[in-house]
């Protein structure tokens, strides 16, 4: 079953209900095993894996639109095919991302989080099915490494949220 790209927040929310994901009523690793099952749903009006047309990444990081508070984010980048002249030579798909962050009070065990800046997993476009269960496989190890992740990941944020927005 795919979705039409202008429903895929939505989608995602639905998929996040399923999992229990709720403001202020979950763990991050709730949330993961919902954007696992996300971002293996086939999105509708996109460029092709060959074109990098439907990606995923983690950040995290202490931002000004999350009220200076420590968050990550999981997102799921697509690239729009749907407008423009494709004969243009200088045509590009327009990038959105759909994204889930999570907002942690402030306290001693993000300090880090403040010196760091952040930081992210970068893209990765693996194909939909096995290359792709195998990629979030790898992230999610990448993330079981790091101390500061790792401790999101098993606490309870105070706020989260789900967006749609034109990327770039």
């Given at each position: ?47 092709g894996p060959e074109d ?14 999350t009220g200076n508070r ?54 990765d476009h693996a194909t ?41």
């Open positions: 079953m795919s979705i039409p790209w202008r429903y895929s927040a939505a989608a995602f929310e639905r998929i996040l209900g399923r999992h229990g994901v709720a403001a202020g009523a979950c763990t991050l690793e709730a949330a993961w095993t919902a954007f696992e099952e996300f971002v293996q749903v086939p999105v509708e009006g996109i460029e990098d047309g439907d990606g995923f990444i983690v950040e995290w990081g202490v931002w000004d639109w420590p968050a990550p984010a999981l997102g799921r980048l697509l690239a729009i095919n749907e407008d423009g002249d494709r004969d243009d030579p200088y045509w590009q798909p327009q990038y959105w991302k759909v994204e889930f962050q999570a907002c942690f009070a402030e306290g001693p065990a993000w300090a880090d989080l403040h010196i760091s800046g952040g930081g992210d997993s970068g893209f939909i099915g096995g290359p792709r269960a195998e990629a979030l496989a790898e992230t999610r190890r990448f993330i079981g490494q790091d101390p500061l992740l790792s401790a999101m990941w098993r606490s309870a944020p105070i706020d989260t949220e789900v967006t749609f927005d034109r990327a770039g």
